[in-house]
């Protein structure tokens, strides 16, 4: 499984990912790093391997936008910036989606 320890607010936005190394323990290690300046927002997506960060209105004025992170790489898969954005979220999708699988110890080894 993958952790997120991120400094939003009145931080910078450094986001870093961690993934678990043992299943019996409570071992995890850094896998990946990114920067989500100005952040409002951030969320998990269903296939728990992507990360939404986003700058909202009213609370920025400027740089509203959305960003999808890779969470085992820390690398930006999608960026957009909209003039406006007032909310961001996933779509919600059935628990029995195949997409619904756990990260597995040698993906977290290997990132």
């Not at 896998?31 to 969320?43: F, G, I, L």
């Not at 269903?46 to 009213?58: I, S």
Request: net charge negative; glycine share 8%; hydrophobic share 40%.
């Amino acid at each position: 499984s993958l952790v997120c320890l991120a400094g939003f607010g009145n931080l910078a936005g450094q986001v870093d990912f961690f993934g678990r190394v043992h299943d019996e323990k409570c071992d995890f290690v850094r896998v990946s790093s990114c920067a989500a300046n100005c952040t409002v927002n951030s969320e998990w997506a269903p296939d728990g391997r992507h990360f939404l960060t986003a700058v909202l209105a009213p609370r920025m004025r400027v740089d509203n936008g959305f960003s999808i992170w890779q969470a085992l790489t820390g690398t930006k898969v999608l960026g957009m910036d909209l003039d406006e954005l007032y909310d961001s979220q996933w779509r919600p999708e059935a628990p029995d989606s195949e997409r619904f699988t756990e990260v597995t110890t040698e993906e977290v080894l290997t990132a």
